[in-house]
């Protein structure tokens, strides 16, 4: 409503309203999105003193064809008091513009200039036109009209005030010139315009404009300019430092906020600077790999070596709502304020594109498997409202967005058959861990062969490697390795301080099955038949009638 009448439906696409009653109903009703407003309000607000007879009976039609025009885009609600429109109050502009324009204002209250001005600008976009202009003859207007536009004058003050104090002043004195010329006798503005002007060098100017204010303030309403603006000019004939032009603010990148690794990484060498150079040239890389494949590790070891970038790290596994997405990230970013974790997904999408957006920002949204969706919605959101923001996600399936670079994260390298030196990845893992688990442990010629079977049993999976050399406490490796036939019980008892699902092989295999649907899940029962590598054809054959399209079989599959 902050410029011609627009309602689009849930689903984006733009919903014709015919009349100009109705739209001037679903217009009022949408200022109290969601809230019932009495049938009495309502007639007074939409024919103020001409009344029609039968009042009543005309808002009745005028509901019955709103609803008619809405068509199930949205829902017209009532009850014995009134009616509602059955909209989230974060989905309408003069609303939004509201809260975000008051976040604006708390933020540089607070002094994070740069979040203000991005928090404010956001706000002011909103506006299309003049607020509510296609209703000026509707009674409830002008008060309404006269509100929105004062917030406007105000956010753009406080829009411009942050980015004065973030050393922008030069790009202000034009705009500052075009609005004191529309509102003369504002006097924040001028204000405003005296500060940008004296920290330009341009203090004639300053003083200028000062007197002339001055001037028309008492030849025109008899009164002496605002304290405020008596001190500015006080502080300029002092020379205040404060006052003095300062360099645009930049702030140095902060030091990665990334859990603390208490193990050493073995392997993955190349997987690490492929990571970042694909952050160099993607927005969102996905490492996707099965579970245990060490793609958290992964993720921590390649963010931990960006040096020119703020990093975020977002551990996404115990969140169980969908919806908590966002409250999540708020939380890692350091956002506790209880308003805005409670806020509209969309208040709260702003307030991380905020913080994401005042420089250069790598975030790290791990787990993402069990809210997929919510968290590709969440990735799609943020990057478009953050250009300098890119994200480095893990999961057990891609997030599938335009642009998504995947990198595909399997098994260590295991050695090859005959090899007389196997000092692969997943044999130094294991006597890594070995060595941590019982520190007498020396990979030598006399268990060699054992480390090696170990490993190429648990097919190089770097969680299952070092759950088997955790059993070294109580096993020798020739008992491990004569146990994997039985690796379920075998492969317990892992690290306590673990996520509940990496504590057991079969925790980590039951998170993955439990993500799947009835189909996936019969799906992957089918394919247990093939021990190694199958055609298309077998598995057509094996999994065609599994309860899922041939071309959607092959789609899990990938």
Not at 46 to 59: F, I, M, R, T, Y
Not at 279 to 303: D, H, M, Q, Y
Request: glycine share 6%; charged share 25%; with cysteine.
């Amino acid at each position: 409503m902050l410029g011609p009448f627009r309602l689009s439906a849930p689903d984006g696409r733009a919903v014709e309203v015919g009349g100009l009653r109705v739209r001037t109903l679903l217009a009022r009703l949408a200022l109290d999105a969601g809230r019932t407003v009495a049938a009495e309000v309502l007639i007074a607000d939409l024919w103020g003193s001409a009344q029609p007879s039968g009042a009543l009976n005309a808002l009745q039609s005028l509901v019955s064809r709103a609803r008619r025009a809405l068509a199930g885009s949205l829902e017209l609600r009532s009850d014995q008091s009134g009616y509602a429109l059955q909209v989230a109050p974060d989905d309408v502009d003069a609303i939004r513009f509201a809260w975000l324009a008051a976040d604006g204002r708390r933020l540089l209250r607070a002094g994070h200039v740069d979040a203000a001005a991005g928090t404010l600008r956001e706000a002011l976009a909103l506006w299309r036109g003049g607020a509510l202009v296609d209703f000026v003859d509707a009674p409830f207007v002008e008060a309404q009209a006269a509100r929105l536009e004062e917030l406007r004058l105000v956010a753009l003050a406080d829009r411009m005030d942050a980015d004065l104090q973030a050393g922008r002043h030069v790009d202000l004195v034009p705009e500052l010139e075009g609005l004191c010329a529309r509102y003369p006798l504002r006097e924040r503005l001028a204000a405003l315009r005296v500060r940008a002007l004296y920290a330009c060098g341009r203090q004639a100017d300053a003083f200028a404009v000062y007197e002339t204010l001055r001037r028309r303030l008492d030849d025109e309403l008899a009164v002496e300019p605002s304290q405020e603006l008596k001190d500015l000019h006080v502080a300029m004939l002092r020379g205040d430092p404060a006052l003095a032009p300062r360099p645009e603010s930049r702030r140095e990148p902060s030091q990665p906020v990334l859990p603390t690794r208490l193990s050493s990484f073995v392997g993955r060498e190349r997987e690490i600077e492929l990571v970042r150079s694909e952050l160099v040239n993607s927005r969102l890389v996905t490492l996707f790999g099965p579970g245990g494949a060490g793609k958290t590790r992964l993720a921590i070891e390649a963010a931990a070596g960006v040096s020119d970038q703020r990093v975020w790290f977002v551990e996404l596994a115990p969140v169980r709502d969908a919806h908590d997405v966002t409250s999540a990230v708020l939380t890692a970013l350091g956002v506790r304020e209880t308003r805005l974790l409670e806020a509209p997904k969309t208040h709260a999408l702003s307030r991380v594109a905020d913080v994401c957006s005042a420089e250069p920002t790598l975030l790290v949204l791990d787990n993402c498997e069990h809210v997929i969706n919510a968290a590709a919605e969440f990735a799609q959101e943020v990057m478009s409202r953050s250009p300098q923001l890119r994200v480095l996600a893990t999961s057990r399936e891609p997030l599938a967005l335009t642009g998504e670079k995947l990198l595909p994260v399997g098994p260590l390298a295991l050695p090859q058959a005959d090899d007389p030196a196997p000092e692969t990845a997943a044999v130094r893992l294991f006597a890594d861990r070995a060595a941590a688990a019982r520190p007498d442990f020396v990979l030598d010629e006399r268990n060699t062969g054992d480390v090696v079977a170990i490993c190429r049993g648990l097919d190089g999976m770097p969680l299952a490697i070092e759950l088997a050399a955790a059993r070294l406490r109580a096993m020798s490796v020739r008992q491990i390795a004569d146990r994997l036939d039985d690796r379920f019980r075998l492969l317990t008892n892992g690290n306590r301080a673990a996520m509940p699902r990496h504590r057991t092989l079969r925790a980590v295999v039951e998170w993955s099955w439990d993500l799947l649907t009835p189909p996936e899940q019969v799906l992957a029962g089918r394919l247990s038949v093939f021990a190694g590598n199958a055609s298309a054809d077998a598995v057509s054959a094996v999994c065609a009638d599994a309860g899922l399209p041939a071309a959607e079989v092959f789609y899990v599959l990938i």
